[in-house]
């Protein structure tokens, strides 16, 4: 098979996997964040440098991105990378890899390290973006997808990216939400769009805008127009649209130590074969008053502080304990956060022990500093979702980061472009 050939059967496959279902195969590709096996652990993706940014960078800044990840499996596997150019809703763009893609298709992972010293041994392999081998040539939204060599439709991790091209500014101001039941737990954006020195033909049928809070795709709010247009301004002030549950400071885990024992923790214990952390049991915090603290708005950072040498970072079983006056019958209940890509997997789903009068879960988790939450989910749902309020609560005083994207297609056009960016915090930090 020639190389070119291999090359199309690869798209094909990536293109046509969403299409057979997940009923069909659970391991079909999916355009979001997720790693679909289970040997794969610590997956980060950020701009280089900055490790609690968001993968979001300007087309012509000169920042790369740096995915991290570890194989517990401790082996040494050739895995490839490629990169699809997506529509706003991340679907495939309509363009061919011609035109968004300078370089290969794929590559192989070059770049691999094997853990020193640690309890159990793992591979940890990193990919520096955009590089010699391939570099985007185009703004919008990219999925990066990693696979084992000549398995591409059998998918390890997938992670989106957006690439800017600005040729708008952003300015943006924090409001009192309108209905008077948010006015305490919710915050509200209003933003203006200055395109001064770039035409936009029809506002309302060319630009969109995206919002996340926190860096999260799970509940982005999408699609949104324009309200109104004045002398090169687009003008997006509406009542009771860009507006998201306020959540309380993330709760806290410190593992970068193993040999000293924090607040949180109850026990540590060493075996041969393992390392096992108990957590002390916690509250339901949705009826309780805020209270401020800094956190890493929901991001984790791997670090250990027993060893000078990241790579001596051990994996414990952490126990994680939520005491409720009695569980659940409708409802699951999860641990959240960054570290399980904001998604309500059954690796992170927890169990009602009655013998405690607790919700439990034990998961293994790195070296590092986490910020997680507890979820709940109606158990029935046809589509489940994170929800904190519940047992977190909501406080229009939390302080949260947000990213504004601008999205723009003229008339004709076959993709989407991002035209402005914003980070912008509810504290104007």
């Known amino acids: 098979m020639t190389r070119n050939a291999f090359f199309f059967l690869v798209v094909c496959s990536f293109l046509t996997a969403p299409l057979l279902g997940q009923r069909a195969n659970p391991n079909a590709l999916r355009y979001e964040d997720y790693v679909y096996q289970p040997n794969i652990r610590s997956v980060q993706f950020y701009v280089e440098g900055l490790v609690l940014s968001y993968p979001v ?55 691999y390290q094997f853990s020193s010293k640690t309890v159990s041994s793992y591979t940890h392999y990193t990919l520096q973006l955009p590089n010699n081998s391939m570099r985007w040539k185009l703004s919008g939204n990219y999925l990066l997808a990693v696979y084992p060599e000549g398995n591409a439709s059998l998918p390890a991790i997938t992670r989106r990216f957006v690439v800017a091209d600005p040729k708008v500014q952003i300015s943006s101001q924090f409001v009192r939400p309108n209905q008077v039941n948010k006015i305490r737990t919710h915050q509200e954006i209003d933003f203006t769009v200055n ?40 003008v997006f002030d509406y009542q009771d649209v860009v507006v998201f549950p306020g959540g309380k400071e993330f709760r806290q885990l410190d593992l970068r130590s193993l040999r000293s024992r924090l607040p949180q923790v109850a026990s540590v214990d060493s075996y041969r074969d393992r390392i096992e952390v108990s957590l002390q049991s916690e509250r339901s915090r949705g009826t309780q008053p805020y209270l401020e603290y800094n956190d890493i708005n929901g991001k984790f950072v791997i670090e250990t502080q027993d060893q000078n040498n990241p790579l001596a970072a051990n994996y414990a079983q952490v126990l994680f304990s939520l005491s409720v006056d009695a569980p659940f019958y409708d409802d699951d209940l999860y641990v959240v956060g960054a570290f399980s890509d904001w998604q309500l997997k059954k690796e992170f789903q927890m169990a009602y022990n009655n013998a405690v009068n607790a919700y439990v879960l034990k998961t293994p988790l790195k070296q590092g500093f986490y910020d997680y939450a507890y979820a709940m989910s109606p158990r029935n749902a046809e589509k489940k979702a994170v929800n904190l309020s519940p047992l977190e609560g909501d406080w229009f005083e939390t302080e949260n980061d947000y990213t504004l994207l601008i999205y723009y297609r003229p008339f004709g056009g076959r993709y989407d472009q991002v035209i402005g960016m914003a980070q912008i915090n509810s504290r104007g930090q």
């Not at 490629?82 to 991340?90: A, L, T, V």
Request: proline share 3%.
């Open 57 to 111: 960078l300007d087309l012509n800044g000169g920042s790369t991105l740096l995915l991290a990840f570890d194989d517990l499996d401790g082996d040494v596997k050739n895995y490839y990378y490629r990169f699809i150019h997506c529509d706003m809703n991340w679907k495939p763009s309509d363009i061919s890899e011609m035109e968004y893609l300078d370089g290969f298709s794929e590559e192989r992972i070059f770049d």
């Open 195 to 234: 395109h001064e020195k770039f035409l936009i033909r029809n506002p309302q049928q060319e630009i969109k805008a995206v919002i996340l809070q926190n860096g999260r795709w799970d509940q982005a709010i999408t699609g949104v127009t324009p309200l109104f247009f004045r002398a090169n301004q687009l």
